[in-house]
C-alpha cells in the first residue's frame, strides 16, 4: 500500500481476519531465524497463551481466563525468495463451554494465507482468511487484494479491495461487505502528503448500507 491497510478509515469492522488476536497478549512467542532452504528464506513462527483473549497480568499475578475460552496455540510461517514472498498461519483457541447435553463446546480455528510480489516499482498481493468461530457462532472469512506503485522516489499509489464475508447460519443471512480504497503518498524534503479514499458496502454487515471516507495527512520535519 502507498500508506494503511485498505481497511483503514473503513466504516466497517472486518471480522473475518482475526488470525492471532486472541494471542497478542500475555502469551510466549517464538521466532525462529531465517531458514536458507533451496534458494529460499524461511522463518518460523509459534505462540501459546494459557489464557486467550485475555490481557497480561502483572508480575506475581495470575490473569483470570476470558468466559468459556482456554489458551491458544498459534503457528505460522513466512518465506521469501526472488521477491515472492509467501505466509502462512493457523491458530487454534481452546473452548471450555460445555453444552447442556454434557457436550464439549467446539474450539474456534482461524487461519490465513498470504502471496507477495514484488518487481521492481510494483507491489501486488492476495490473501485469504478464515474464523471458524468457537461454540457455534457466526462464522467469516475474507478476501482481499492491492496493488502498488512507487512512481518515482516521492510518490506511490496503490489501490486496494477486501471483501469481508459473513457466512449463513440459523437465524441470520450471509451478507458480504465490499472495500475500495485509493491511497496516494508523497513527499518532499521534509514534507509529507498522504492522502486515501475509502469506500464501504454493506457496513458491518447492513445490507445496502454504504459510506464513503476520505483522509488527508500534512506533516512536516523541522
Known amino acids: 500500500t502507498a500508506w494503511e491497510e485498505a481497511n483503514d478509515s473503513a466504516s466497517h469492522s472486518v471480522a473475518g481476519m482475526p488470525v492471532a488476536d486472541a494471542l497478542t497478549s500475555g502469551s510466549l512467542a517464538y521466532i525462529s531465524p531465517a531458514i536458507d532452504l533451496a534458494g529460499a528464506s524461511i522463518t518460523v513462527y509459534a505462540d501459546y497463551d494459557p ?48 453444552t447442556a447435553s454434557g457436550a464439549d463446546g467446539s474450539d474456534e480455528q482461524n487461519a490465513m494465507g498470504q502471496i507477495i510480489y514484488n518487481a521492481g516499482p510494483f507491489s501486488i498481493g492476495y490473501g485469504e482468511w478464515d474464523k471458524n468461530a468457537k461454540d457455534g457462532a457466526n462464522d467469516y472469512s475474507a478476501v482481499g487484494m492491492s496493488i502498488a506503485f512507487n512512481v518515482n522516489d516521492d510518490l506511490s499509489v496503490s489501490y486496494g479491495e477486501i471483501e469481508d464475508s459473513k457466512d449463513s447460519k440459523s437465524g441470520s443471512t450471509a451478507v458480504d461487505a465490499e472495500i475500495k480504497s485509493i491511497q496516494a503518498a508523497y513527499t518532499m524534503g521534509s514534507i509529507a502528503v498522504k492522502v486515501k479514499r475509502v469506500e464501504s458496502d454493506n457496513v458491518n454487515f447492513v445490507t445496502g448500507k454504504s459510506q464513503e471516507n476520505s483522509e488527508i495527512s500534512l506533516s512536516f520535519t523541522f
Open 51 to 98: 489464557a486467550a483473549n485475555v490481557a497480561g497480568a502483572n508480575v506475581g499475578a495470575t490473569p483470570a481466563k476470558a468466559s468459556a475460552t482456554g489458551s491458544g496455540v498459534g503457528l505460522g510461517f513466512k518465506a521469501t525468495m526472488a521477491g515472492l514472498t509467501i505466509a502462512g498461519a493457523h491458530v487454534t483457541v481452546e473452548s471450555e463451554k460445555v
